[in-house]
């Protein structure tokens, strides 16, 4: 069974930054694919960043230059650094993870970027 602990999400002022992690067991987290999706209130879900089955690291293009994806396998965890965050930013993100032919899902964490 798969499961995900998230974490680090919260309220910050534009400018700041934040770093969410998400935990996951229950997988060969080595040989997975693991991402981060974002939804606003009343928007589709979008993808925020992906290591890819070959490592290549994807970004949409609100995001790049501001935010880092990254995993530790010791530690079956994916981080996303968020710096620079703008009002825009404010969703809930969702780590992901593809693996054997199935995505899974975290529960979410909630980013409020607001002065």
């Known amino acids: 069974q798969v499961q995900f602990v998230e974490s680090g999400g919260g309220l910050v002022q534009p400018g700041g930054s934040l770093r969410p992690s998400c935990a996951v067991s229950?997988?060969?987290?080595?040989?997975?694919?693991p991402g981060w999706y974002r939804q606003a209130p009343g928007k589709q879900r979008d993808m925020v960043a992906l290591?890819?089955?070959?490592?290549?690291?994807i970004y949409d293009a609100s995001v790049k230059g501001r935010f880092t994806i990254s995993r530790d396998i010791a530690k079956n965890t994916v981080y996303l650094q968020m710096n620079n965050l703008k009002p825009g930013d404010t969703a809930v993100y969702y780590c992901?993870?593809?693996?054997?032919?199935?995505?899974?899902w975290g529960q979410g964490t909630q980013v409020t970027v607001s002065s």
């Open positions: 992901s993870l593809a693996y054997k032919g199935n995505v899974y």
């Open positions: 290591i890819t089955w070959n490592d290549e690291i």
């Open positions: 229950g997988v060969a987290f080595s040989i997975s694919a």
